[in-house]
């Protein structure tokens, strides 16, 4: 097999893998009471600074951009919201529509130069142009997909973990999520859902800017990498402080006595080695299909994995009208991937 032919397939094994773990990674986390989230949020991305920290030594620590952390600034601002999402509407409709937005944004970035990117040239620019508008189509397609979530989630019947094992026993159990009315719930999930799904699609910006820029002698990062896994450690490092820095906020604004989940630790941790090693993969994709390719690709696929994650193992989705709104939405956003995918062919 020609080295061209062994990078493909590496491109696309890496794509299916971080499919598969993107679609899977918050799994662990629905079993267990979570709270807001915030306390969630810094264990996750703990374990993945450990991860890009092995990687960094793997790779013989390549040089360390601190534009890079700025992407992972941008994404952990975004996840400070999954766990409001997931309690409002549910895993498999909330990583739906947060892929959607996450495909539209990282796709009109790059192909239109946003952000002092090179605009990406594609061979048929029709067939682009039709994929991205398949994937705003579907992403309003799922907004009436309807996720069962029940409503009183800090009762003792439903998550006893919360009144048994929260440190903090004088306050309140119920997050402020846990206390908003069901219309309020839909609105508010999807409403942080895109927010998320727009933040999460602008994280590789910084790294591609670096690339971009390397091949001017003029500019500051002449001559840094092309080799998109060299700048993970920079970019979960940005990650890392930021969900830190928030924490601290946090803890700040609950006069040092935040809402802290002992059981959640574990899965949480968990949780993060998943997508760190997940958003590994998209890196070596990035560099092995270009993210022109990898890019519609695995942003579609992980909303097929968590929806039948939702359906069979949390019976969040139901009915026959949801089931048939989400094979909708699935066919629609995977034609739409496959369009703009092989316009670039």
Not at 67 to 81: E, K, Q, S, V, Y
Request: proline share 4%; charged share 10%.
């Amino acid at each position: 097999m020609s080295n061209n032919g062994a990078d493909l397939t590496f491109g696309y094994i890496s794509c299916f893998v971080a499919i598969l773990l993107f679609g899977s990674n918050f799994v662990p986390l629905k079993k267990f009471d979570t709270g807001d989230g915030m306390f969630l949020q810094w264990v996750l991305c703990a374990a993945i600074w450990l991860v890009a920290l092995v990687v960094n030594l793997i790779l013989r620590c390549p040089k360390f951009w601190p534009f890079a952390m700025l992407g992972g600034c941008i994404w952990a601002t975004g996840n400070i919201a999954v766990v409001p999402i997931i309690k409002t509407i549910g895993l498999g409709l909330g990583i739906l529509i947060w892929g959607s937005f996450n495909a539209l944004t990282g796709w009109a970035s790059s192909r239109f130069g946003w952000f002092g990117l090179d605009a990406e040239e594609v061979s048929n620019p029709l067939l682009n142009y039709v994929g991205a508008g398949l994937s705003v189509v579907s992403a309003f397609i799922f907004l009436f997909i309807k996720s069962e979530i029940p409503n009183n989630t800090c009762s003792m019947d439903t998550t006893p973990l919360i009144t048994e094992h929260v440190i903090n026993t004088t306050q309140d159990p119920c997050s402020w999520v846990d206390k908003l009315s069901t219309v309020h719930h839909r609105i508010v999930g999807c409403s942080l859902a895109v927010i998320s799904g727009v933040l999460y699609g602008s994280t590789f910006v910084p790294i591609i800017y670096i690339k971009d820029h390397s091949k001017r002698n003029d500019s500051i990062y002449a001559g840094a990498s092309q080799y998109d896994l060299d700048y993970v450690f920079a970019h979960f490092s940005g990650i890392f402080l930021t969900s830190t820095v928030y924490f601290l906020a946090y803890c700040i604004a609950m006069k040092n006595s935040p809402k802290l989940y002992p059981e959640a630790v574990l899965p949480g941790f968990l949780s993060g080695v998943l997508w760190a090693i997940a958003t590994c993969c998209w890196f070596i994709a990035n560099h092995s299909l270009s993210a022109v390719v990898s890019f519609p690709i695995i942003t579609a696929g992980p909303g097929f994995i968590a929806a039948m994650w939702g359906v069979f193992m949390f019976k969040e989705i139901k009915g026959l009208q949801n089931y048939l709104l989400m094979i909708l939405a699935f066919c629609i956003i995977l034609t739409g991937a496959l369009c703009t995918a092989f316009s670039k062919i």
